[in-house]
Nanobody, 125 residues
Framework: QVQLVESGGGLVQTGGSLRLSCAAS????????MGWFRQAPGKEREFVASISWSGGNTYYADSVKGRFTISRDNAKNTVYLQMNSLKPEDTAVYYCAADSHTYSGTYYPNDYEYWGQGTQVTVSS
């Protein structure tokens, strides 16, 4: 069982930055691939980024590539999402998720077993 708690969301202007954190409970955090997803009002939840158990492999949606960076600190049981050059279209609730079945995570929300409660990110134009 893994419990995930996101933090770091907020209101920021276009071009600004935010860093999201996701703190995990449990002693097996390093055995989970971790992902970040987001969901805007009226839209489906979409993949943002994922990172492998060790942190050596990362994957990004095309829409955030070059602007967002996913990282993890297994000693702190925490995964991060650094978001730079934010755009209004990045506005959404951001969720972290844990996947024990793959090494690097997947693009599909249904493949993840555990989810946090989400944190709101709002980018004003």
């Amino acid at each position: 069982q893994v419990q995930l708690v996101e933090s770091g969301g907020g209101l920021v202007q276009t071009g600004g930055s935010l860093r999201l954190s996701c703190a995990a409970s449990g002693r097996t955090f390093s055995s989970y691939a971790m992902g970040w997803f987001r969901q805007a009002p009226g839209k489906e939840r979409e993949f943002v980024a994922s990172i492998s158990w060790s942190g050596g492999n990362t994957y990004y949606a095309d829409s955030v590539k070059g602007r967002f960076t996913i990282s993890r600190d297994n000693a702190k049981n925490t995964v991060y999402l650094q978001m730079n050059s934010l755009k209004p279209e990045d506005t959404a609730v951001y969720y972290c998720a844990a996947d024990s079945h793959t090494y690097s995570g997947t693009y599909y929300p249904n493949d993840y077993e555990y989810w946090g409660q989400g944190t709101q990110v709002t980018v004003s134009s």
